[in-house]
């Protein structure tokens, strides 16, 4: 594809995107990476935004686009850019793309008639990284603790996304895998992909039975009154957005280990995630009738 | 449950509901099974509706409930049954549960105040259903092959609830699958289910790599254009509802074998859809409060 | 390949096998095949030994290559062909591939100083064809039975190759599967395949439970002791090779419904089992080191 | 089982193992975890030799059984065991049991009449402890890589129990895995596991495809001539015994990274390998007939 991106800011998946894009055919400059990484020389690396001599077609924005309200999240560089410094960087009818823009960014593009387009909203993007997530959260049960996978009993709360990637993933692994969960078509999901299942009424008789524990609900399913009844070497790993899954502080107190992980596309699998970026991007590029000219 | 259930009409499906129900410690009464089929002694068995001398809580009808829009569809029965003649064979409250009521039918019970409740809408019988009818294209798949399914580039047209049930399947048989689908997150489905993937639009040129094409889309995609590119071996086991996904009379003129399957979970598992009848039924019961008295 | 091949008798798996070895770029005739098939232009397909004008460097024949001790084994052909017109047909240091050889045919090639290969003992000829097996008898469980084979409790008795094949083809249908037998290893193949595993001595006790049993051991293990056990519907499917592994007698009298398959391959995916037999006489000519000139 | 049993040295799987059997009802005296280990109360942790009051019936003992040939393995102990010591603890007719005896200890028993037995060269421990080395590798490999396995391409050089249980762990990671071997039924196996394969031959001219390779076979395949082939990101996870299978000096001066992981299920899985040792020696009990009493 014959356009110029200029990917602004982010960690190392948009180092991987600025790659994916110029293996595309895009030109690429990108901007705040000056600490420590060294970029394939195909791609454009601008000191400052002053060293940019044209306007680009699409502007990259990290995920999240800014951690302060003010400026872009620039986790590799000394340097500080504010967004509103990226409102003449596009030519007319130019695309800022960015994950989870805040309103008054969003307000502040508008005004300067910019579009904005929030790739981290697209189904396909929610699905990748479910697998970067469900990845790493096998990696983390192998690692916490000192038995095989193999023959263990899990439970997984919930039949979303992340949980049916674990159940696909446990698979090879031959764990007795069951499913927790609220709805019955949820429950049915369970019961094809060869899980057992309970509803989640059920949940709290149940929950001795099992050495792990994977949450990807939101909401706080494991408190004191559901925690008491783990098995004291039971391990769990919460999965799910804030405000998570689990009363960390009355495990804690139990004895009873449990691990929140956010982010975890990010984290193990940058250069994935960078590419699932990249997708997402061409998949929204394509249905706007940009991409092939 | 202490319930008594009236199961009017329908195939071995409702055979083996009545079974389940009675397993269940419900008490069940059937009417339409009075040619060559022979129940379990703790079902009771009715010759007629005159011989039912109490009123059900609830009756279950068959699915469709009726094929004339006036008779009960009773195919294990010599005599008729009109809809009608149902109306006061249930208690104050009693519901009537069915598969695809016609509008007619529903309104014939509602002028009475008896409660119709659809269980073939809901989600749960879809999922549950959707494994009798991927185990079925499969089979039918390897009897119409003289080669084994591993190894097989197959193609599946749709990411839906069937054919990510095909996915699973065959993911034992070691056969290279490919989805195509118009959706960009169903081909990031494709994608971390571990299938090859491409978007609708790059059918065309496709077509010909594929042994086996399974289509899930109730569309006309195989049409006469799309056809012309298969490999003449090629077997095409269309699973969509009406008006199907292939040109029949295209496929037969052009020499290629296209099968139309509806209706499998009946036919290839009645016993396992039988089942699934009667576990959507004690879903709606536990949802409205009903089930545990 | 720049060999020339003679195929002569066979079944459809020796249509294929001679396309094979034509796509291979070999020169193949075939001999047998007058009685309703038409094989590809490319074929050089004989009338009769009459016919071939040159010798050939290799001779295939069929599995098992003879039926009565006498002639070849030729049930396309109406003709007969007496083994020993085979001895004038190859080049010096020919080969006469087949499978299962009769002592009295080997001596015969062996007094004409021709070298006899049968294909038929190599191992990878049976492991690929334990896949047709296994796929096989998977398709005669989803015939046989009307029940989804996903949620089954399935019994296999035995931990080879045909077992290990029907484990993993078994894992795409979520059926719960118990592996039966008597060596402590195969046990532990079991449970490392994610199977239940019972010991051979306590096979007799758990009988009851499965609604569908694959036996894959010689040995009548399944007797009137055992068969006493089943479920009245629990079906037996057995693909031992003689004596087979089921006192089929007995299982008729207790009303319980028992298959004997053999020669699967043959006969589900005779296409597959051609191929079979090509890739094995390849990796043969590779470890003769004739293969690449 | 009603016997008693001493449990002298080893590591945590040793302690896994204590509670093994004290949980199979023998009665356990363990000696050799004074470090820093707490023992269940049901075991009986002696301090010294001198301690035991009792003959034992079976003695077990670590896996190496001696790492200087004539002390004990005893690294949770700050105290030293000479071999020589054990040789009144056991009942006559008792059996020590234990992995890898030196010829000069096992002709140190056999002067005193002691039966020993090594549990490490069981079949079913190999097929166990498969199962950890197969999940410690791919602990690993998801330690080491920036991206999912989920879309890698990954080589696994060999075809033996640790690469088919790769294979099997990470069907459910969609990794595309091929399969370099010298035995045509291993590149058979392959096949009917759904991995792609090449011949060893072969090895050499593919090896710029994959960013994992897993080699499994004990002789320097990936020697310089070999390495230099293989893409610079790639990862080589080495699980051979000595002599290993990489040249890691060279891998170092290429700049590839090469980890060479020896004895993971003691690192990695050190419960599940202690009860394999448990069940391994319930086995051979049961095998002799002293199961039971």
């Given at each position: 594809m014959n356009k110029k991106f200029l990917v602004a800011g982010g960690d190392l998946r948009f180092v991987k995107l600025a790659e994916y894009l110029a293996e595309k055919g895009c030109f690429v400059y990108t901007l705040?990476?000056?600490?420590g990484i060294v970029l394939p020389s195909k791609i454009h690396t601008l000191k400052s935004l002053m060293s940019l001599n044209e306007r680009a077609d699409y502007m990259i924005l990290p995920l999240p686009v800014s951690n302060d309200g003010l400026?872009?999240?620039?986790?590799?560089?000394g340097n500080t850019l504010p967004v509103?410094?990226?409102?003449?960087?596009?030519?007319?009818n130019g695309v800022a793309f960015g994950g989870r823009f805040s309103d008054k960014i969003i307000k502040m593009f508008e005004d300067r008639k910019i579009e904005t387009v929030d790739y981290s909203v697209r189904e396909e993007f929610s699905v990748l990284n479910a697998e970067a997530t469900a990845e790493g959260a096998v990696q983390v049960a192998m690692e916490e603790?000192?038995?095989?996978?193999?023959g263990q009993k899990i439970l997984i709360i919930g039949m979303g996304r992340i949980a049916k990637l674990l159940v696909h993933i446990l698979s090879g692994f031959n764990a007795e895998v069951t499913i927790a969960a609220r709805k019955y078509s949820d429950l049915a999901w369970a019961e094809v992909y060869g899980c057992k299942n309970i509803h989640i009424s059920e949940l709290k008789k149940n929950l001795g039975n099992y050495s792990i524990i994977f949450n990807t609900v939101p909401a706080v399913i494991l408190d004191r009154e559901n925690l008491e009844e783990l098995d004291k070497g039971c391990l769990v790993i919460d999965l799910a957005s804030k405000p998570g899954g689990v009363d960390f502080d009355t495990a804690a107190s139990l004895g009873i280990r449990a691990v929140w992980l956010l982010s975890l596309p990010g984290k193990v699998a940058p250069l994935t995630a960078g590419e699932t970026i990249g997708k997402t991007i061409f998949n929204i590029l394509e249905e706007r009738g940009e991409a092939d000219d």
């Open positions: 705040g990476f000056d600490s400026n872009v999240n620039m986790p590799y560089s509103t410094q990226l409102c003449s960087v596009l030519k007319e603790t000192a038995f095989t996978l193999s």
